[in-house]
């Protein structure tokens, strides 16, 4: 059980590339989130989605896009870079159910832009 | 406009001394708190939680404290140990937003536990 993976762990981009962080788990859980978290900023709520098919925009949704095909998948796509995006991003997950109310977290995928 | 607010951005403690660390809301919908802890290069891990229908949560070495009136929870970790060492994050939800539940998360606390 490998809970939530985050594809590429580090990533250097030019300004204006694009890339497409991959969030995955095997928990069978209904909710994922994607964050970034910048020194002094605590973790902000890019974009969510409460089951397949599914996404929602959270605090700080502009710049990035998400897709959630599969359950299992979460995928934040940049299409745009941009030095503002230079940050940690940080994939979760949970299920539905009363009382079940944490999120279970990947490891962080570090994002440069230059 | 920072909801939740942590506003000790470090802390050192003693090894075996209590740990505390504070966490300030100002939204009034948020019903249920949370505390995580992150490791340097690791996503954060769900510590203990509390709901707003209780004012105290006890597991192991780790309690939290909910003070409604006055918007503020703590955490308490007696007693610290080298381990604790970590940034220790605190989180808000608003229940009532069933099926749509974000986390709102506030800035961390670095806790330093001196041997």
């Known amino acids: 059980n490998a809970g939530v993976t985050q594809t590429p762990k580090f990533r250097v981009l030019k300004t204006g590339q694009s890339m497409t962080l991959l969030c995955a788990q095997d928990m069978n859980h209904e909710y994922m989130y994607w964050y970034r978290q910048d020194p002094g900023m605590g973790l902000r709520l890019i974009h969510y989605s409460v089951g397949e098919g599914t996404t929602a925009k959270g605090e700080v949704p502009d710049g990035y896009n998400v897709s959630r095909l599969k359950k299992q998948n979460f995928l934040l796509g940049l299409e745009s870079a941009a030095p503002s995006q230079t940050s940690v991003y940080f994939c979760?997950?949970?299920?539905?159910?009363?009382?079940?109310?944490?999120?279970?977290f990947g490891p962080g995928t570090r994002l440069t832009v230059t | 406009d920072q909801q939740v607010k942590q506003n000790s951005p470090s802390l050192s403690v003693q090894e075996g001394r209590i740990s505390i660390l504070n966490c300030d809301y100002t939204n009034s919908m948020f019903d249920y708190f949370l505390w995580y802890k992150k490791y340097p290069a690791e996503g954060p891990t769900f510590l203990i939680s509390?709901?707003?229908?209780?004012d105290k949560n006890e597991d192991g070495r780790f309690t939290v404290f909910l003070n409604k009136s006055a918007k503020h929870l703590s955490l308490h970790i007696v007693p610290s140990q080298p381990g604790d060492s970590a940034v220790y994050f605190c989180?808000?939800?608003?229940?009532?937003?069933?099926?749509?539940?974000?986390?709102?998360f506030g800035t961390g606390t670095r806790l330093t536990i001196i041997p």
């Open positions: 979760a997950s949970r299920p539905t159910g009363q009382g079940t109310y944490e999120q279970y």
């Open positions: 989180a808000a939800s608003d229940l009532s937003n069933f099926g749509n539940e974000k986390l709102t």
């Open positions: 509390i709901s707003s229908i209780k």
